[in-house]
């Protein structure tokens, strides 16, 4: 019985060992695998640190090139309105068949007791959406615009004391107002600033 014991022993143990041997075989293998899983998973993991760091550099980079665009189309806004500045809009006088500028400029120079040889051009721009055009007086310098402005504010001018042939009695008494020349941009933000 002994041998019995002794060579039931040997076989399980050489079955054991077989049997281990295909399990380390098989570990083995799987240690290998999660090995090369691990190297890639941190090959991985350092790429997106990378990635990171250049989506990171790359925002800065965009912010940065926002702020001067924003910089730059700001000075172009400024640089428009500064060629603006000496020119006058009026606005409220209907544009005629055969309007004379050069004429309506000197009738309103001659109400506002201003010289209109400080006018260098004049012209008519058209009107958008169904409404009126201004006429543009280009002045020879800024304070000019001012001087004119103020002379507007001290007269009140109707259109008919720039148009005298004026036929009906409500348009004759449109008031002409005359303004600073501004930019599209400089327009809506002070449009803005009148909302309630």
Not at 84 to 113: F, H, Q
Not at 136 to 160: F, G, K, P, S, Y
């Amino acid at each position: 019985m002994s041998k019995l014991l002794s060579d039931i022993s040997t076989e399980v143990k050489k079955a054991v060992k077989k049997e281990l041997a295909s399990v380390n075989e098989s570990l083995s293998s799987w240690c290998i695998k999660m090995n090369t899983i691990n190297a890639t998973l941190d090959t991985l993991t350092e790429k997106v640190k990378d990635l990171e760091k250049k989506n990171m550099y790359l925002t800065n980079q965009n912010t940065h090139l926002e702020l001067k665009v924003n910089a730059m189309e700001q000075q172009i806004r400024n640089m428009d309105q500064k060629l603006l500045d000496n020119v006058l809009e009026i606005t409220g006088i209907p544009e005629g068949k055969n309007e004379n500028l050069e004429e309506l400029s000197s009738k309103l120079a001659s109400k506002l007791n201003i010289e209109k040889r400080q006018v260098s051009m004049v012209k008519r721009l058209k009107g958008r959406d169904g409404k009126e055009g201004v006429i543009q007086l280009v002045l020879q310098q800024e304070e000019q615009v001012n001087q004119w402005i103020r002379a507007a504010r001290r007269e009140t001018i109707a259109m008919e004391d720039i148009i005298p042939n004026v036929t009906n009695p409500d348009v004759a008494k449109i008031r002409v107002i005359l303004r600073r020349a501004l930019t599209k941009a400089k327009k809506r933000f002070c449009g803005k600033l009148n909302q309630p």
